[in-house]
Protein backbone atom coordinates (compact mmCIF):
# COMPACT_ATOMS: atom_id res chain seq x y z
CA UNK A 1 0.00 0.00 0.00
CA UNK A 2 0.86 3.06 -0.83
CA UNK A 3 -0.42 6.08 1.53
CA UNK A 4 -1.45 9.75 0.87
CA UNK A 5 -1.81 11.56 3.90
CA UNK A 6 -4.06 15.00 3.25
CA UNK A 7 -5.28 14.54 0.11
CA UNK A 8 -9.44 13.58 -0.31
CA UNK A 9 -9.10 12.38 -3.89
CA UNK A 10 -9.77 9.09 -3.50
CA UNK A 11 -7.69 6.39 -5.96
CA UNK A 12 -4.96 8.69 -6.40
CA UNK A 13 -2.92 7.38 -8.92
CA UNK A 14 -2.40 3.76 -7.40
CA UNK A 15 -1.98 5.85 -3.73
CA UNK A 16 -4.66 5.09 -0.64
CA UNK A 17 -5.57 8.81 0.16
CA UNK A 18 -6.04 9.23 4.17
CA UNK A 19 -7.93 12.66 5.25
CA UNK A 20 -10.82 14.01 7.61
CA UNK A 21 -13.67 13.73 4.60
CA UNK A 22 -13.94 12.46 0.63
CA UNK A 23 -11.10 10.33 1.42
CA UNK A 24 -10.55 6.11 0.96
CA UNK A 25 -9.56 6.27 4.31
CA UNK A 26 -11.30 9.23 6.61
CA UNK A 27 -9.66 9.21 9.85
CA UNK A 28 -6.99 11.87 11.50
CA UNK A 29 -3.57 11.31 10.33
CA UNK A 30 -2.70 10.37 13.91
CA UNK A 31 -4.99 7.49 14.01
CA UNK A 32 -5.06 6.37 10.29
CA UNK A 33 -6.87 3.02 11.22
CA UNK A 34 -4.04 1.60 8.62
CA UNK A 35 -2.64 -2.21 10.00
CA UNK A 36 0.62 -1.81 11.27
CA UNK A 37 3.71 -2.39 8.81
CA UNK A 38 1.56 -2.25 5.66
CA UNK A 39 2.63 0.50 3.71
CA UNK A 40 5.52 0.77 1.57
CA UNK A 41 5.33 4.44 1.40
CA UNK A 42 3.34 7.25 3.19
CA UNK A 43 3.56 11.13 1.53
CA UNK A 44 2.40 13.93 3.56
CA UNK A 45 2.40 16.80 1.08
CA UNK A 46 1.12 20.06 2.89
CA UNK A 47 -0.43 18.19 5.48
CA UNK A 48 1.51 18.37 8.50
CA UNK A 49 0.76 22.09 9.00
CA UNK A 50 -2.75 21.48 9.42
CA UNK A 51 -2.95 19.63 12.37
CA UNK A 52 -1.80 21.27 15.90
CA UNK A 53 1.29 21.06 17.44
CA UNK A 54 0.54 18.62 20.10
CA UNK A 55 -0.53 16.18 17.33
CA UNK A 56 2.50 16.45 15.08
CA UNK A 57 4.80 13.38 17.15
CA UNK A 58 1.70 11.32 17.19
CA UNK A 59 1.07 11.57 13.17
CA UNK A 60 4.71 10.93 12.68
CA UNK A 61 4.34 7.66 14.91
CA UNK A 62 1.78 6.96 13.37
CA UNK A 63 3.37 6.89 9.59
CA UNK A 64 6.34 5.02 11.19
CA UNK A 65 3.93 2.54 12.59
CA UNK A 66 2.29 2.19 9.37
CA UNK A 67 5.50 2.03 7.42
CA UNK A 68 6.85 -1.21 6.82
CA UNK A 69 10.58 -1.36 7.80
CA UNK A 70 13.08 0.13 5.08
CA UNK A 71 9.15 2.45 4.05
CA UNK A 72 9.94 5.55 2.52
CA UNK A 73 8.32 8.34 4.34
CA UNK A 74 8.34 12.07 2.30
CA UNK A 75 7.08 14.88 4.05
CA UNK A 76 6.65 18.66 2.54
CA UNK A 77 5.63 21.81 4.58
CA UNK A 78 5.24 25.35 3.74
CA UNK A 79 8.32 27.46 5.34
CA UNK A 80 7.46 29.38 7.75
CA UNK A 81 9.87 32.06 7.43
CA UNK A 82 8.87 32.60 3.93
CA UNK A 83 5.39 32.64 5.19
CA UNK A 84 5.40 35.11 7.49
CA UNK A 85 7.90 37.05 5.00
CA UNK A 86 5.03 37.56 2.81
CA UNK A 87 2.63 38.79 5.38
CA UNK A 88 5.06 41.58 6.43
CA UNK A 89 5.98 42.42 2.63
CA UNK A 90 2.68 42.70 1.07
CA UNK A 91 -0.53 42.20 4.07
CA UNK A 92 -2.73 41.25 1.53
CA UNK A 93 -5.37 38.43 1.36
CA UNK A 94 -2.63 35.75 -0.33
CA UNK A 95 -0.06 36.06 2.90
CA UNK A 96 -3.19 35.58 5.01
CA UNK A 97 -4.07 32.59 3.03
CA UNK A 98 -0.16 31.46 3.39
CA UNK A 99 -0.44 32.15 6.54
CA UNK A 100 -3.45 30.82 7.77
CA UNK A 101 -4.51 28.47 5.28
CA UNK A 102 -7.88 28.57 3.04
CA UNK A 103 -10.20 28.10 5.49
CA UNK A 104 -12.91 26.85 3.27
CA UNK A 105 -13.53 23.41 4.63
CA UNK A 106 -12.86 21.54 7.96
CA UNK A 107 -8.93 20.73 8.02
CA UNK A 108 -7.86 24.17 5.79
CA UNK A 109 -6.66 25.57 8.58
CA UNK A 110 -3.15 26.01 9.14
CA UNK A 111 -2.82 25.11 13.11
CA UNK A 112 1.27 24.90 13.42
CA UNK A 113 5.10 26.05 11.10
CA UNK A 114 7.86 24.72 10.45
CA UNK A 115 11.26 25.34 9.40
CA UNK A 116 13.70 22.70 8.19
CA UNK A 117 15.93 22.52 11.60
CA UNK A 118 11.75 21.64 13.83
CA UNK A 119 10.79 19.23 10.93
CA UNK A 120 14.14 17.73 10.60
CA UNK A 121 13.76 17.42 14.70
CA UNK A 122 10.37 15.98 15.18
CA UNK A 123 11.03 13.35 12.36
CA UNK A 124 13.94 11.95 14.24
CA UNK A 125 12.08 11.96 17.23
CA UNK A 126 9.83 9.79 15.31
CA UNK A 127 12.52 7.23 15.00
CA UNK A 128 12.98 8.06 11.00
CA UNK A 129 16.36 7.65 9.14
CA UNK A 130 16.67 11.48 7.29
CA UNK A 131 17.37 10.57 3.64
CA UNK A 132 17.42 13.96 2.25
CA UNK A 133 16.27 17.70 2.99
CA UNK A 134 15.63 20.24 -0.07
CA UNK A 135 14.14 23.43 -0.62
CA UNK A 136 11.49 23.41 -3.05
CA UNK A 137 8.67 25.81 -4.64
CA UNK A 138 5.39 24.09 -4.75
CA UNK A 139 1.94 25.45 -3.84
CA UNK A 140 3.21 28.74 -5.10
CA UNK A 141 5.22 29.28 -1.63
CA UNK A 142 8.74 27.80 -0.46
CA UNK A 143 8.24 24.78 0.85
CA UNK A 144 10.96 22.04 2.96
CA UNK A 145 10.44 18.89 1.46
CA UNK A 146 12.02 15.80 3.69
CA UNK A 147 12.96 12.33 2.49
CA UNK A 148 13.15 9.43 5.10
CA UNK A 149 12.84 5.71 5.89
CA UNK A 150 11.49 3.64 8.64
CA UNK A 151 15.20 1.89 10.13
CA UNK A 152 14.69 -2.31 9.35
CA UNK A 153 15.44 -3.22 12.27
Known amino acids: MKLTVGTAAPGSDGWT ?69 QWLEYRDHWGLQLLFGLQ ?3 GQFHLTGFDAHSLRKAVELAEFVVDAEQREWSFEQWSIRLAGHRPLR
Open 17 to 85: TLDLVGADICNPMWATGVPYGTAEEVRCIHALEHIPRDRVEPALREFYRVLRPGGVLTLEVPTLAYVCS
Open 104 to 106: DRP
